[in-house]
C-alpha cells in the first residue's frame, strides 16, 4: 500500500468517531504541518510518519479490512453430485495476516486471491490509499514470499516430517519459515558498516556495538528456522573481523589471533567483553495464538498458561499455570477468565510442608476451600490459635 502521508482526513475522523473536543484537536494536529530542516510542509492528507500518535491513526484507518474479507468469502459447506455420487467439500475463507500497512492474503484458490484484490482495492479507495504495485504480486507458496522479513516457503516432504491437516492426513509438503535474503543482506551490511566506522576504535567499543545489532536481530528470528543463517552469519562475521585485525596487527597471523581471540573457544573477545555469536541464541517455536486472543484483552489465564509473563501475574501464579497447564487439580476443569485463583500448599505449612513448586499449586478459591477443611489444617490452625490466646492471657 501507499505512505501513511496519503490517509484522507476526513475519512479519518469520522471512523474515530471520538467527542467534539478531542474530535477538533486530532484534526488540528493532522493539519498542523511538518518542518523538515527549515523547509515548511503542509498536511492537508495522512499522518505524519514520525509523529508521536501516527502509527495508531494509521491503524485505526486501516482496522477492519480483514474482517471485510472473511465477510465476502464466508465458510461454507459445499455439496456436489458427479456420477450420481455426492460428494462434499468446505470452502474456506481466505486468511488476511496485516501489520501496519503490510498485508498478506492466503487462499488455496487463485481465483479467489484475485478477486480479493480487487475488494482491496475498492476498500482503500475512500481511505486515499492504493496497493503499491511493485510490492504487490500473486504467487504460489511453492515458489514463497517475503513478510516481516520472513520468507514463507513450502517444500516437498516425505510422511516422516510432513505438515498435517485439521483432520490429520498427510499433506506431502513441510512449511518452512526463515529470514529473508533482504532481511539478511540488510544485516551483514549493517555489520559490515559497524566494522568500518570502528576501524581505528577500540575492540571494546567494536564489540559493544556488535552485540547490540546481534542481539536485536537474533531475538527477532530466533523464532524460526534460523539455525543454518545464524551459523552462516557466525562464519561471515568471523572473516570481516579477521580482515578487521590484520589492518591492525603488524605480527603474524598466530600472534594477531592471539592478540583477539580466546583461541581455546575462538571467540572474540576484548578485556572484560566477550562478543556474542549469532548461534548462541536459542531458537523458539512459535505457537499460534488461538482465535482473536490479544494481550490487552485482560485473559490473564491464557496468556498466563501461555507466556509465563503476563503483568497481571506473579511469577509463582504463572510458573504453576504453566505446569499445570490451565487446569485446576481438585476439580480438573480449565480456568477462566474471571475466575478467583489462589496458591496452595500441597502439604500445610502446619503439617511441615516446605513452600517450594513441588509442594505448591494453583486452585479456584472454592477449591482452594474444600482442601483446606479435608486436610486437617484448618484444625491445626484452630489449635494453635487456642494455644497462642492462652499464652498471651498468661
Not at 13 to 26: G, M, S
Not at 195 to 206: D, V
Not at 307 to 332: N, V
Not at 369 to 383: C, F, M, N, P, V
Request: aromatic share 8%.
Amino acid at each position: 500500500m501507499a505512505s501513511f502521508d496519503r490517509i484522507n482526513h476526513q475519512y479519518l475522523l469520522r471512523k474515530i468517531k471520538t467527542f467534539p473536543t478531542l474530535n477538533k484537536t486530532i484534526k488540528a494536529w493532522l493539519r498542523a504541518g511538518v518542518i523538515d530542516g527549515r523547509e515548511f510542509q503542509s498536511t492537508n492528507e495522512g499522518t505524519p510518519q514520525g509523529g508521536a500518535i501516527s502509527p495508531l491513526l494509521a491503524n485505526i484507518a486501516l482496522h477492519g479490512i480483514e474482517e471485510f474479507i472473511t465477510a465476502k468469502f464466508p465458510y461454507k459447506s459445499i455439496c456436489k453430485r458427479t456420477n450420481g455420487i455426492k460428494r462434499g467439500y468446505n470452502f474456506r475463507s481466505p486468511v488476511t495476516i496485516r501489520y501496519a500497512d503490510d498485508l498478506v492474503v492466503i487462499h488455496e484458490s487463485k481465483e479467489v486471491v484475485e478477486r480479493c484484490k480487487e475488494l482491496l482495492e475498492e476498500w482503500l479507495e475512500p481511505i486515499g490509499l492504493k496497493l503499491k504495485e511493485s510490492k504487490t504480486r500473486i504467487v504460489h507458496t511453492s515458489k514463497g514470499f517475503d513478510f516481516l522479513g520472513y520468507n514463507f516457503r513450502i517444500y516437498s516432504a516425505g510422511k516422516t516430517k510432513s505438515d498435517k491437516d485439521s483432520y490429520g492426513r498427510m499433506l506431502g509438503h513441510i512449511t518452512i519459515i526463515k529470514p529473508s535474503n533482504n532481511a539478511l543482506k540488510e544485516h551483514i551490511q549493517s555489520l559490515r558498516e559497524t566494522i568500518r566506522y570502528y576501524k581505528t576504535g577500540k575492540q571494546e567499543a567494536l564489540i559493544n556495538a556488535l552485540n547490540k545489532i546481534i542481539r536485536g536481530w537474533t531475538n527477532y528470528h530466533k523464532i524460526n528456522s534460523a539455525s543454518k543463517t545464524f551459523s552462516k552469519l557466525n562464519h561471515l562475521l568471523f572473516l570481516m573481523l579477521k580482515s578487521w585485525a590484520s589492518r591492525r596487527s603488524k605480527g603474524g597471523k598466530k600472534k594477531m589471533m592471539r592478540k583477539y581471540w580466546d583461541v581455546q573457544s575462538w571467540t572474540f573477545r576484548g578485556s572484560g567483553i566477550t562478543l556474542m555469536r549469532h548461534s548462541d541464541v536459542k531458537i523458539l517455536r512459535h505457537t499460534k495464538i488461538q482465535g482473536n486472543k490479544s494481550p490487552y484483552d485482560g485473559d490473564f489465564v491464557y496468556w498466563g498458561t501461555r507466556m509465563a509473563h503476563h503483568p497481571d501475574l506473579s511469577t509463582r501464579e504463572a510458573t504453576l499455570l504453566k505446569r499445570q497447564k490451565g487446569k485446576c487439580p481438585i476439580c480438573g476443569l480449565h480456568f477462566l477468565h474471571g475466575d478467583v485463583l489462589e496458591v496452595d500448599h500441597i502439604i500445610p505449612k502446619s503439617m511441615k510442608g516446605r513452600d517450594t513448586y513441588d509442594n505448591l499449586q494453583l486452585l479456584h478459591r472454592h477449591c482452594h476451600h474444600i482442601k483446606t477443611r479435608s486436610d486437617g489444617s484448618l484444625e491445626i490452625a484452630k489449635k494453635n490459635r487456642k494455644t497462642h490466646i492462652k499464652t498471651s492471657t498468661q
